[in-house]
């Protein structure tokens, strides 16, 4: 044993530092564990790496990379296997993704209309007159901007289903 004294305000002051330190323990035990290998791992990046380390630790890096590889294939293989048996292929997705353009057009162009023809009325300050046969006199019926955003919405899901 030492014959050294301590200050009681020094004493005190390390009484409350272990005391907060058991009452982390025992209400986060995850976090200081976390804490503690953060600390760790902080630690041994800063140490140098000895050769002999590097002779003993080698063979398990490399046997990591090649596990990782493994599962990555296992994983990709499992993926296009299953993208098959649910009968998708890039001509299937392509063709889904040129109907969703479409779609997206046809609805920009069909509220792009209204919005000029609203645009018209509102300056001229008169609706179009019905024609003969009870439409406005355009030589295109307007498309349901509403109907085509719909159906593009369709087409999105049915994408994101597929893949």
């Known amino acids: 044993m030492s014959n050294t004294k ?9 009484d409350a530092a272990t005391a907060r330190a058991t009452e982390a323990l025992d209400t986060n035990p995850l976090g200081v564990l976390a804490g503690g290998l953060a600390l760790g791992a902080i630690a041994g990046a800063l140490l140098p790496r000895t050769d002999r380390e ?13 596990t990782a590889v493994a599962a990555f294939a296992a994983a990709k293989e499992a993926g296009r296997a299953e993208i098959e048996q ?7 997705a392509r063709d889904q ?13 069909g509220a792009a209309s209204a919005g000029a023809k609203t645009a018209k009325q509102e300056a001229t300050g008169k609706a179009d007159a019905p ?10 019926p307007a498309a ?5 955003i719909m159906a593009a919405e369709t087409d999105m899901g049915s994408i994101r289903s597929a893949v």
Do not use: C, Y
Request: glycine share 10%; no cysteine; proline share 5%.
């Open 6 to 14: 301590t200050n009681p305000s020094e004493q005190s002051t390390v």
């Open 54 to 66: 590097k002779d003993l630790l080698r063979p398990v890096g490399a046997k990591i990379g090649a």
């Open 86 to 92: 649910r009968g998708l292929t890039k001509e299937s």
């Open 97 to 109: 993704a040129k109907s969703l353009f479409e779609n997206v057009v046809k609805a920009a162009s």
């Open 131 to 140: 024609d003969s046969t009870g439409g406005t006199g355009d030589s295109v």
């Open 144 to 148: 349901d901007p509403h109907k085509q």
